[in-house]
């Protein structure tokens, strides 16, 4: 309860330094405390000898949050960043999403000079509206020698 009431305390001071009305802060109060409400899902769950080590996407607060997803064959970086992307499309739908539904995508890649590749086939494949995206290249490779890896973030259908 004291939590609660120093977290509204909080909240008032900030919003009055902001000059946020008071509706504002009620309403933001209001979400907040649904989002504490929510439950975590969790889909494709790798295990470690027989111990969760991570999910494949979590979903949270009207939002999903996929993990990394690479490529562990031979091949391009073409052919690697056509397999991710199509791995993370699976994700997201498996979590209640889709493609145009994503707002932030990293890109991880293990060398820089596939930039231009990479973005062959990245163009378009999240609609007319792409998600904000970061890309870099990793020091010492993508693990499982793949050429590319991405994560993203959505929001649930």
Known sequence: M??????SIF???????LGITG???AANA??????????KEV????????VPLFSGSTKFGGMVFVAGKGAHFEGDIKAHTDHVLKELEKELIKAGSSMDKVLKVNVYLSD????????????GRFGANPPVRTTVAT?????????????????AN
């Open 139 to 155: 020091y010492g490779g993508v693990p499982g020698n793949s050429l590319v890896e991405m994560d993203c973030i959505a929001i």
């Open 2 to 7: 004291k939590s609660q009431n120093r977290r």
């Open 11 to 17: 909240k008032k001071m900030f919003a009055g330094i």
């Open 43 to 50: 889909f494709n769950v790798e295990f470690d000898q027989d």
């Open 112 to 123: 820089l000079n596939d930039y231009k590749q990479m973005n062959e086939v990245y163009k």
């Open 23 to 25: 509706a504002s802060v």
């Open 30 to 39: 209001a979400s907040t405390s649904e989002i504490e409400k929510n439950e």
